[in-house]
């Protein structure tokens, strides 16, 4: 009779690990090469197109600033998406589409020069989308105003 109780503790110790799941990492977003040096102490890839220049963000300060100045009008056109979606979803729409078509072009200069910002910006940029396609214009509001606030505090 003592080892039942002590059968029944194992058990429900043993109980919640036992059903554990294996966990799965999305390596897409993960950039592998440009922060791992060879094993062999020669040059990576990545750094070899890091110095030939055809890195995809801005190089310089003037082009940095035109692209921070590009996210600030982006912002501005996600307001305007805003301030039609609950008059006329079907301008909306189509505004939303271009607002992708950007968007298809700015993602991949942010995950190549601050991928740390990726995130907020998709997430802005999903509330957007989301409020557009099931007509929930404070989600568009929201989703504005964060591209406002990331776009302001990105490095230029």
């Known amino acids: 009779m003592a080892r039942s109780p002590l059968l029944l503790a194992f058990a429900l110790a043993l109980g919640p690990t036992a059903a554990c799941g294996e966990t799965y990492i999305d390596t897409s977003l993960i950039d592998n090469d440009a922060d791992v040096a060879p094993a062999d102490g020669g040059t990576s890839e990545a750094g070899d197109a890091e110095t030939d220049g055809s890195s995809a963000g801005p190089t310089t300060d003037t082009e940095s600033r035109e692209f921070a100045a590009t996210l600030e009008l982006f912002a501005l056109h996600a307001r305007e998406i805003s301030e ?44 957007v989308r989301s409020g557009v396609e099931r007509n929930r214009p404070a989600d568009v509001s929201k989703g504005w105003k964060l591209l406002a606030d990331l776009s302001a505090d990105y490095p230029a």
């Open 84 to 127: 039609v979606v609950a008059d006329d979803r079907e301008r909306a729409a189509s505004m939303l589409d271009d607002l992708e078509a950007d968007w298809s072009l700015i993602e991949g200069i942010i995950r190549a020069e601050q991928p740390d910002r990726l995130f907020g910006f998709s997430q802005a940029v999903d509330l």
